[in-house]
């Protein structure tokens, strides 16, 4: 009985993995690549003077 629960939730498992929108069998166009990050300015040290 256990078996044939591990074996009904592996059998899931993969038919989700399997039938989920990856966008390869719903002709779905592919996410576009992401921007490139802005380039930080350097940070200059603070000096406190009293």
């Known amino acids: ?4 629960k591990i074996l009904a939730l592996a059998t899931f498992s993969l ?5 989920s ?6 002709s779905e166009e592919p ?3 992401l921007r490139p ?3 930080n300015n350097e940070v ?4 406190y003077q009293k």
């Open 15 to 19: 038919a989700s993995f399997g039938l």
């Open 31 to 33: 996410v576009p690549p």
């Open 1 to 4: 009985m256990k078996f044939i």
């Open 44 to 47: 200059l040290p603070v000096t």
């Open 37 to 39: 990050l802005p380039a």
């Open 21 to 26: 929108s990856c966008g390869c069998c719903t």
